[in-house]
């Protein structure tokens, strides 16, 4: 037992320095970050301080991902007419304790900027731009033939799951694929990086989240209590509540049911569409999608006692209760979800704070690479 108890303090000491160093950059965030500022700056480097590298298409969309983006205050994107090596439409994502680049260089074929946090920034930008020789790779859940490249648009916004495309033109090399249009997804839902059972915490939702296109009518979907659907996994991911995996499985296109565990927050989204083989399971609910409906976003307004979003922090601040840190959330647009520590927590310096979280759920092609007689592009639901 005292090897166990002993890592247990290790890992909560672990999330004390976590949530501390947290603390510290949001607070010099808040008081050097305010200023809301647009400018693109070409053939200027914004050197070191990444925190990652994304993949865009342009400055503009490197941009929003960097405001949704929990930790980026700035960013260097490397342009398609970058030729120092193969790193074209690379995102670099930025950030220091004061908030500002420690350094700016001139460098040919990148453009840096800051991000739109402090600009109220829409959570669902309109992408209308087109990229000719530009393919979004992967990501794909149908294909299908289109005259043309707006056609192929148009279909990407008519379809709700569709967030991004690639259409192979009638010049391409490979005949047999020429007129392809190839439909893409990406998560129009938060997801959250590490779910867990901690004491002295409340977490919850903004109860303004947008999972998916306005439906008539309003629906629910199937939760099936107590039953497992073994098999068919094609991804795993950490969920809040059946009701949060139920949301996930509705918006992957590719998504038929999903089996969520309640024990370790687990949601496992499944895919099969000949057979669906249930089995008697205690601590699981599995589930239907909803498609094609408003879902019901009941599971938005349920605040969990003693477990912890952890990670996605944009800022914390002292608070009263759980429930002001709900509505600070949901009136903050660039919060999507929060963790309070009560006065239970186990870091005294810490309890009372509410951190305000968020995930980037615009669309983000997971790969973009330079590919002749393709055009790429978003749906443009988001203009309409």
């Keep these: ?26 607070l010099c965030c808040l008081s050097l970050c305010q200023d809301c500022n647009t400018e693109l700056l070409e053939n200027v480097d914004f050197p070191g301080a990444d925190i990652t590298n994304l993949s865009s298409p342009d400055a503009n969309h490197c941009q929003l991902l960097c405001t949704q983006h929990p930790s980026c205050l700035f960013f260097t994107f490397i342009r398609a007419d970058w030729t120092a090596d193969d790193r074209n439409f690379f995102c670099y994502i930025k950030s220091t304790a004061s908030g500002q680049p420690s350094e700016r260089a001139p460098l040919q074929g990148v453009t840096s900027g800051f991000s739109l946090k402090p600009c109220s920034p829409n959570a669902r930008p309109c992408l209308s731009d087109v990229y000719q020789n530009v393919d979004f790779f992967g990501a794909d859940y149908r294909a299908l033939f289109t005259a043309d490249y707006e056609e192929c648009q148009r279909t990407c916004t008519q379809e709700p ?10 010049d391409s090399a490979a005949e047999k694929f020429r007129y392809k249009c190839h439909l893409k997804f ?58 949060h995996c139920l949301a996930l499985c509705s918006v992957h296109p590719l998504c ?129």
């Design 1 to 26: 037992m005292l090897p166990q108890k002993l890592a247990h303090r290790a890992k909560t000491k672990k999330m004390g320095i976590s949530l501390v160093l947290a603390g510290l950059l949001s």
């Design 256 to 384: 038929t049911f999903f089996s969520y565990v309640s024990n370790d927050f687990r949601c496992f989204l499944k895919n099969n569409l000949n057979e669906l083989v249930i089995q008697t399971q205690q601590g699981v609910t599995s589930g239907i999608p909803a498609r094609f409906c408003q879902l019901d976003n009941s599971w938005l307004k349920e605040a969990h006692e003693g477990v912890d979003f952890q990670g996605s922090d944009i800022r914390n601040e002292p608070m009263d209760n759980a429930d002001t840190c709900q509505r600070t959330c949901t009136a903050d647009p660039n919060c999507q979800f929060y963790t309070f520590t009560t006065n239970n927590f186990a870091f005294q310096d810490f309890r009372l704070r509410c951190f305000l979280k968020r995930a980037i759920t615009m669309p983000a092609p997971p790969k973009i690479t330079k590919q002749q007689n393709v055009v790429s592009g978003f749906s443009l639901r988001s203009c309409l």
């Design 161 to 170: 799951t569709c967030q991004f495309f690639t259409f192979v033109d009638g």
């Design 186 to 243: 990406s998560y129009t839902a938060p997801r959250i990086q590490t779910v867990q059972r901690t004491a002295g915490v409340i977490s919850g939702f903004s109860q303004n989240i947008q999972i998916s296109q306005f439906f008539e009518p309003a629906c629910q979907g199937q939760l099936l209590i107590n039953t497992n659907i073994p098999g068919n996994d094609i991804e795993n991911l950490p969920a809040a509540s059946p009701g």
